[in-house]
């Protein structure tokens, strides 16, 4: 007995269905609201997730800030962004309505120490509070604020700002850098701000006072925790960052040797290294505030290089182990288009940079940055770095570290 037509269009409906059933669902495209389980509140930052023809890709968006994910692949249900030059990885499960990721950040601290976080993220732009620039509420927060972290004996600064929409955003700034571009909102009394940037988890909350005081809590990553108080002063100055580290002046560069990246130990006294005007910067691909700073020696690179000005970075890293570190700093070096050299000074721990540069009374910040004149000698130490999130100070830093440089050039 042949099946009839209406049993046939039955049965292929149902293949059919079942096919489209079993089909997994993609992400949709577009802003994610996005956040980390941090142990102080929801860590919210924003996700941009785009298809064409060659794959997917990816944008961590905070505020006005969007950071390029380097890989971004969908295979069956998972989601994976794969932030390389941080040595960290995003991976998440889709809902069954391509909606929701649910998963983990991960990222290495050191030879096998780990930061791992929850992470979400549900379709379509979170909700942002906004503020009312002539309302009090809104004058009570914008503005330049003096920041006294518990652990850190000097002052700080904060600066809120309010966009054309009422959005809040800012930065704290302090002697060792800033803490990037973030964004907030207000629950209640409560103001948060926070950013995440691939390497880097900031979360603050904060409540004012009667007294038009601040008083707040920050968290980085799952692993640190303070309190801080802040109060209004729009004329306050951060310490000189230029007073904070001394150069040592019977410091021998050439007793002082480290690996390059192909593992050929170089000493800091090597004709290749010379020029008319040098600068010898201390970073670590795995800091934040160290690729800002090497976008700006890229620059510096670029504007001043024929003109006799060398450039060498000593990378200080969380393995130990030198091809794993060095592939880490090549990243770093594509990243921002560094060509002048770089070298393997050491691990990211701070007395044992102390240790290895002698020349300095003490390794505090990643980045520092040594300028000295071409026969060798000193010129001036800039401890920490100002990024872009800091708006006019960057742009004073900028000028001030272009300013000597040419000062030493025309010598």
Known sequence: MK??????????????????SCSPAQPATGIWGAWLDSPGAELAFGLDLAQDADGWTAHLVNGVERIPVPTASWEGDELTLDIDHYDAVITATLSGDGRSLDGEWVKRRGPDLWTRMGFHARAGAAERATFDENSGQGAALAGRWKVQFESDDQPAAAVFSLDDAG??????MTTTGDYRYLAGDLDGDDLTLSCFDGAHA????????????????????ESW?????????GDFVMPDGFALTRFIESADFASLSFPDLTGELRTLDDPAFAGKA????IFGSWCPNCHDASDLMADFSNIYGEQGLSILGLAFEVTGD?????????????????????LVAGLSDKDAASEALPFLDKVRSYPTT?????????????????GPATGAEFQALRAAFSGIVEELLAE
């Open 370 to 386: 040594v300028f000295l004149h071409g026969d060798g000698r000193v010129r001036a130490v800039y401890q920490g770095f100002s």
């Open 278 to 281: 040098r600068v010898i910067q």
């Open 3 to 20: 099946p009839s037509a209406l049993l046939l269009l039955s049965l292929a409906s149902a293949l059919l269905l079942m096919t489209t």
């Open 202 to 221: 900031f979360l603050f909350r904060m409540q004012l006072s009667d007294t038009g005081t601040l008083a707040g809590e920050f968290w980085s990553r």
């Open 167 to 172: 959005h809040l955003s800012g930065t704290f």
């Open 322 to 342: 030198l091809e794993r570190d060095a592939e880490q700093v090549r990243r770093y070096a594509a990243r921002h288009g560094v060509t002048y050299p770089l």
């Open 225 to 233: 925790h303070e309190t801080f108080t802040a109060e209004r002063d």
